[in-house]
């Protein structure tokens, strides 16, 4: 038999099953055996992962590169969003296809699909996003689901932006969408809320970042949870609620599992790293997102649901501005351009603050930034998971070196971070995407273009239409 092309030896595998000590066979970009330590195997190269865990490569399934939004378009390109993510041990990525004027659902999928293609260096996919839900772009979804893309984006907000749909326009897309076998994600605030809220605070002269946050508390984020959790359970759609940021927004979602409906939902690593108390500092406007953070405590529950499964995983949301976008803004939050970085640091905060400080285990850690976006959208077993078959992406991590996310040490152009003051302990030292050395001792060695596209399959479909309930 030929030569393997590597041989990753000695190291702690996360397996489904758990942690195990075997050696990891590669072979023309796939995970060719699974072998007992020391079993040898002739390679071509070999790799000593000896005190070091091994862990499939991360999957961040939201994040936002050169996205026309807020008057500009978010800073990181397709290249460097790719190259951040590789060195943060993720080895793909799932963006989204917004519809720009005119275009339909497929047009916008076929434009993004080209950009992203010429400069993409880990493996990506795109969710559709629909902002402009006419009869041709429903009538597109099934064709999307089989280009490959079974999954849409649906704004309950950001009407100012031409983003937010109807609830009519979200209810009947959804009916579409389960017909499809797809999925949809919604980003759940109440518009009508939020706006009055927006309000209210300018009024009062609340107009710093913090205002912000007040002018959309957690209420916000709970009833338009509810309110599509109904709409899954009414049209039988599986639903993927994006950025949970409260523990009004967990609670929505508990209450929206079970009953024959799939509900499922992410957080993000600044909801876990940060609470509201940044907004008032100096640098408030870098931190302004929405959903916004919240108040002290709070990052303790998301952590908590983490743990529990009724979160079921982490995705960036990265959305980085440059800071004129941001800082405009300090003095009418209305202007921040909403958003943050974090393809990077996704998975080493989550590993650091969750795994090192044992809120988490290592294979939730592995279920939540891997497998867990893979089987939600798609890319299961290929991607997510370290067995045979699956494509060789590989990260190991060594859990004793340390990391300050300092601008010096980021892959970004824009001019700040939100994590330097953040000691990260646990690194991914190097990566193989489908059995590439891609990042070798936290050195990036990758062209630019040679990520691929990954045709995602149709989720399984466990949600029903709930006539009990209607
Ligand atoms: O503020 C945020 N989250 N910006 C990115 C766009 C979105 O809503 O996901
Ligand atoms: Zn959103
Ligand atoms: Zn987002």
Redesign the pocket.
Known sequence: MADLDWLIYGGTVILPTGAAHVDLGVRNGIIECLLAPGAGGSARRRYDASGRFVIPGGVDAHV?FENP?MGTETAHSFRLGTEAALLGGTTTIIDFAFQSEGESLLEAIERRRRDAAKQVACDFSLHGCLTSPDERSINEIPEAASLGIPSVKFFMTYRQEGWAVSDDQLLTAMRHLAEAGGIALV?AENDELLRTGIEKCIARGDTGPGGHARSRPPLIEAEAIQRAVLYARESGCDLFI??VSSRAGVEAVEMGQGRGSVVLAETCPHYLAFDDSVLDGPEGHRYV??PPLRPAGNPGALWRALASGVLSSVGS?D?AYFEKFKVRGKNDFRKIA??VPGVQIRMPLVFSDGVLKRRISIERFVEICCASPAKTFGLYPRKGVIDVGSDADIVVIDAHATWQPDLAHMQTNIEYTLYEHVQITGIPTDVWRRGELVVQNGVLDVVPGSGEFVARHRTERHSTIDDVAF
């Open positions: 936002h939004s980003h994006v950025h997102m929405s949301d959305a909403n958003g």
